[in-house]
C-alpha cells in the first residue's frame, strides 16, 4: 500500500533530540500543505485527468465525475432560464383583458351589458396580472435552479486548491466515490516547512519573519549522510503557543524551487542566536533524524503527549544521561526515534 506523509494540527510537535545552536538542530521536512481532496456527492468517477507524481497548477481540473444526466438538466435549465416566452405570454394576456376592460367599460356605459358582464371583465384583469406576476416568480426560480445546477456540476470536478504535486491517486476511472471520502491528495513541497524544537531559554529570542539556516543533507560517501547543496535561507512563520518538555516548536519556511521530496533530513540554525550568516558550513545530522533502515522515511511525532519526557541537553554528543539527550542503548549508542517506542513515524 503506498505511504502517504500526514499531517496533525498546529499543536503537531516533532520533538527530536536538540542540539547546541552553534551547530544547528537536526530535523526532518514536511510538506507546507497536504491536501486530500473530495466529492461533495457521491458518483462515479468519470476521468482522472492527472497521474502520480504529476505537479500540477492551481484550479486544474483533476479528478471529474460521471456528469453526463446532470449536463443534460444543465442544458434544459439554461433554455428555460434564457427564455422570457412564458413571461411574455402571461403579460400578453394581460394587455389583452385589460383592452377588453376598456371596451366593456363602454359597453356598459351605453347600456350594452349587465352588471354581471362588466365584473366578470374586471375580474378577468385581476387574474391576469396575478398570472404575470406568477410567470415572472416562475422565471425566477428557474434562473436560481439554473444556478444551482451549474454549482452542482462544477462540484463534480476536483480543481487543484494551489501548485502541488500528486501524492496519492486513492481512486480510478470506474469506481465509485463516496460523499467527502478520499479521492485524491496532493502535497505542496513549495515552500518546506520545518517544526523546530528550540530550548524555551532560547526560543524567547526568536520572532516571526527572522531568518534561518537550512541544511539539506544526502547520502554521501561510503553511505554516510553529508550535505547537500549550500544552506538555504528560510524564515520564521509560526512559534508555538503551548511548550513541550522545555522546549517551544519554531515553524521555518524554506523555499524549494527544486522540488525537493519532504521528509529529507536538515539541520536548522537561526541566524538571531548564531550571528552566522547564511552559505556557512554546518556539521552533519546526528544520527536522530537519519532515515530509517528499513526504508519508511517520514514525518516522525511523538505517539503520546510529551509531557514528562526528559529535556533534551545542549549537545547530543555527551555521555549518556537520565535527564538529558536522546535515549541511548546498552553500547551507550543513542536509540534513533523510530526504534524508540516513544515515537511513530506518521505513515498509512
Excluded at 72 to 79: F, G, P, S, V
Excluded at 107 to 119: H, P, Q, R, S, V
Excluded at 220 to 243: D, H, Q, W, Y
Aim: proline residues 8%; aromatic residues 4%; charged residues 25%.
Amino acid at each position: 500500500m503506498k505511504r502517504l506523509l500526514a499531517i496533525l494540527a498546529p499543536a503537531w510537535v516533532c520533538v527530536l533530540p536538540a542540539v547546541g545552536l552553534s551547530q544547528g538542530i537536526d530535523q526532518l521536512t514536511r510538506p507546507s500543505a497536504i491536501y486530500q481532496l473530495s466529492f461533495v456527492r457521491p458518483g462515479l468517477i468519470g476521468e482522472v485527468r492527472v497521474k502520480e507524481g504529476e505537479p500540477v497548477k492551481k484550479d486544474q481540473v483533476l479528478v471529474r465525475q460521471d456528469d453526463r444526466a446532470e449536463q443534460a438538466q444543465l442544458a434544459n435549465l439554461k433554455l428555460q432560464a434564457e427564455s422570457m416566452v412564458r413571461v411574455d405570454y402571461a403579460q400578453e394576456k394581460l394587455k389583452y383583458s385589460q383592452l377588453n376592460l376598456a371596451r366593456a367599460e363602454k359597453a356598459y356605459k351605453a347600456g350594452g351589458i349587465t352588471d354581471m358582464e362588466l365584473d366578470e371583465a374586471r375580474q378577468d384583469v385581476l387574474l391576469q396580472k396575478a398570472s404575470f406576476e406568477v410567470a415572472k416568480l416562475d422565471h425566477k426560480e428557474v434562473e436560481a435552479n439554473y444556478e444551482q445546477m451549474k454549482v452542482r456540476v462544477d462540484q463534480m470536478e476536483i480543481r487543484s486548491p494551489a501548485d502541488a504535486v500528486v501524492e496519492q491517486i486513492v481512486l480510478k476511472q470506474g469506481e465509485g466515490a463516496d460523499a467527502l471520502g478520499k479521492v485524491i491528495i496532493l502535497l505542496k513541497n513549495d515552500p518546506l516547512w520545518v517544526d523546530v524544537p528550540v530550548n524555551l531559554s532560547q526560543a524567547g529570542k526568536l520572532k516571526l519573519g527572522q531568518t534561518a539556516r537550512v541544511q539539506f543533507f544526502g547520502p554521501g560517501e561510503n553511505g554516510a549522510m553529508a550535505p547537500s547543496g549550500p544552506p538555504v535561507e528560510g524564515k520564521i512563520v509560526f512559534t508555538a503557543s503551548l511548550a513541550q518538555a522545555k522546549q517551544l516548536t519554531v515553524r521555518v519556511e524554506a523555499p524549494n524551487p527544486a522540488g525537493r521530496p519532504a521528509g529529507e533530513p536538515v539541520q536548522v540554525s537561526f541566524d538571531a542566536l548564531t550571528g552566522v550568516k547564511a552559505g556557512a558550513g554546518v556539521k552533519a545530522p546526528s544520527p536522530a533524524t537519519a532515515p530509517a533502515g528499513n526504508g519508511k522515511q517520514g514525518l516522525l511525532s511523538r505517539a503520546s503527549t510529551p509531557q514528562g519526557l526528559p529535556a533534551t541537553g545542549d549537545s547530543a554528543d555527551g555521555p549518556p544521561r537520565d535527564d538529558h539527550g536522546p535515549r541511548r542503548g546498552e553500547d551507550g549508542a543513542p536509540v534513533p526515534p523510530w526504534a524508540d517506542g516513544r515515537w511513530v513515524a506518521l505513515l498509512e
